[in-house]
């Protein structure tokens, strides 16, 4: 079975339908979500609807967030904002449409903080937290020896670039490799830790829309997918509660 793993999609709808697309066409089955599904862009309620229908979705902090449950304080002031922004167009008022209900029902009840399948761990930031950012092999060893278990492989995103950690068979050295677009990984490390990257605010100086690729074999590769980046920019630049930077960053993939 073929699946797509996404995170970090930030309420951006034009990357994540050229994800979806492109995941149909390599014949995927089935899509697991990271989280932060908004947060940032402009379009939190066509990129929920969308995500209703992935197999899984993890609670991101941008979704925690949102839905009132983690304090503005652990943001920065720019990412604050855009929390409060998306609450606004997202939370219903006593009359709103049934779509609108549904909606902020699965922001807040339906997203799960980890998930595993088999001997892989899907989480957001890392397995205890989806706040805690994992950019360096010593905080990968901190995974790797609190809260992985017996699991051999773990899936995150938060951090927006793409790479893999890798464990030594004898439990002791952490290297790190960045994400090759289309390279074909099949793992023989002890234990690995890939970060699948973003789908709607890539970091790593690449704009384009980035998810993980697993295979029925065992391999997977990371998928790097173009789309209408300037579509996004304008309408971030024409919402009054969005910063212009936000769109700014989606141009050269900070």
């Not at 902090?61 to 904002?81: I, M, Q, W, Y």
């Not at 989480?123 to 017996?150: C, I, K, L, Q, W």
């Not at 002791?172 to 490799?177: A, F, W």
Request: charge should be positive.
């Amino acid at each position: 079975m073929r699946v797509a793993i996404v995170s970090d999609i930030h309420s951006n709808i034009e990357a994540l339908e050229v994800v979806l697309a492109d995941a149909a066409r390599k014949r995927v089955q089935k899509v697991y979500c990271l989280g932060d599904v908004v947060g940032y862009g402009p379009n939190p309620q066509e990129v929920l609807d969308a995500a209703r229908c992935f197999d899984f979705v993890i609670l991101g902090n941008h979704d925690e967030a949102v839905g009132d449950r983690t304090p503005h304080s652990l943001f920065k002031p720019l990412a604050a904002r855009a929390v409060q922004w998306t609450r606004r167009r997202l939370k219903p008022r006593r009359r709103a449409a049934p779509a609108a209900k549904t909606r902020w029902h699965f922001l807040k009840r339906k997203l799960k903080r980890r998930v595993r399948i088999d001997d892989m761990l899907f989480a957001h930031g890392t397995p205890g937290s989806n706040m805690d950012y994992v950019y360096e092999p010593e905080e990968a060893r901190e995974v790797f020896d609190n809260g992985f278990g017996n699991a051999r492989l773990g899936f995150v995103g938060h951090t927006h670039i793409p790479g893999i950690f890798l464990l030594d068979s004898k439990g002791e050295k952490v290297d790190y490799i960045p994400g090759e677009p289309d390279k074909r990984y099949r793992l023989k490390a002890h234990k690995a830790l890939i970060n699948v990257g973003s789908v709607g605010q890539p970091r790593d100086g690449d704009p384009r829309a980035c998810y993980v690729l697993l295979r029925d074999d065992g391999t997977f590769a990371f998928r790097r997918v173009p789309y209408t980046v300037e579509k996004t920019v304008e309408k971030i630049y024409g919402t009054r509660g969005l910063d212009q930077s936000l769109g700014d960053r989606l141009l050269v993939g900070e």
